[in-house]
């Protein structure tokens, strides 16, 4: 039994309705996927452009993912390797640890570097002696990263504890007693360092694009939507 004339209008409605609102997501999709394809376009220029200074410590509120993560940048300062930390990672050459040191800059200011991995066996700074570069200024190049706060999925930092999951700036700041830091790391680039390791250079860029798929999603529900309210109305009693 068909519906009533005023309960096929009200469905009518409802089915228009939703496929404005499908619509409008799936529209919404498509504007994402083509800021993502902006986004992806620039960050490939910057990873490939010279090399600039590292933001200084008076434009460090100005930072921000969108204009500066993967910008290729230069420090120079003397590293602390008294204030390392190990962060857990796993990279192309198998599980291990990100190598995190404080460069000193010439303005007391500090930037945390990525100096690159180690595997497990090598977490231990008596196997590596030789990676602890001498006293002296040392000039990095790399990508700037913004700070990763809190741990990885499920794996919360543990300061207290010296286990690191994420690369968190302001917490191992705190915990390695570190002042005047910048909000972002670098990741160090391929340069070797003395006895090999750690290995630089194993960045992944990459940035997870199903906006398209989402867009064709939402406009399908739109015309499914639409043919539904169109059989409704166009529906008569026998």
Known sequence: MLPS???????????LLLAVVFAALGTWQMQRLFWKLDLVERVEARIHAEPVP?????TWDAVN????????????GLFQHDKTV????VTERG??????TPLRLADDATVLINRGFVPADRRDPAA???SEIAAGPVTVTGLLRITEPGGAFLRSNDPANDRWFSRD?????AAKDLSDVAPYFIDADATPNPGGLPIGGLTVVTFRNSHLVYALTWYALAAMSAA???????????
Do not use: C, M, N
Not at 54 to 58: D, I, K, L
Not at 169 to 173: E, L
Not at 228 to 238: K, N
């Open 54 to 58: 590292a933001p200084a410590r008076g």
């Open 5 to 15: 004339r005023g309960a096929r209008r009200v469905l009518t409605g409802a089915l």
């Open 65 to 76: 993912q969108e204009k500066d993560e993967y910008r290729r940048v230069t420090a120079t």
């Open 86 to 89: 190990l962060v857990q990672a």
């Open 169 to 173: 700036v302001a917490a191992i700041a």
């Open 228 to 238: 539904g309210a169109w059989y409704v109305y166009r529906s008569r009693p026998t």
């Open 128 to 130: 590596r002696l030789a």
């Open 95 to 100: 599980a291990g640890f990100w190598v995190l």
